[in-house]
């Protein structure tokens, strides 16, 4: 009988049960300004349970990009993280679609992610 904390592959190999959740969201690049830190806006839409009519809400993250890659306008994925520094708990894991400052000389410069 197999333990409780193992999983069983279909090839028989053993996989490690999944450690823990980390969120991962979709938003805009507003700002690339910070040294490895891109500001990154994740908007919501929802129905306000009083007036049924739609809302939009944002909120706001620091997110940490090592290379300095992703510019301002770019869409991008964020997933939670440890802290890094006081405001950034969040690493940017891939480019989702870039902004048109990434087209240089009628050429899209290469996806990062």
Known sequence: MADATELKTPAGLKAKPKEGFRRKLVGLV???KMDKTV?????RSYVAPKYKKYVRSRA??????PKNEYLAGDRVEIQECSPISREKSWVVTRLVSGSSARQVGGQELPAVG
């Open 39 to 43: 500001v990154v806006e994740v908007t």
């Open 30 to 32: 507003m700002s690339n």
């Open 60 to 65: 706001r993250y620091k997110a940490h990009d």
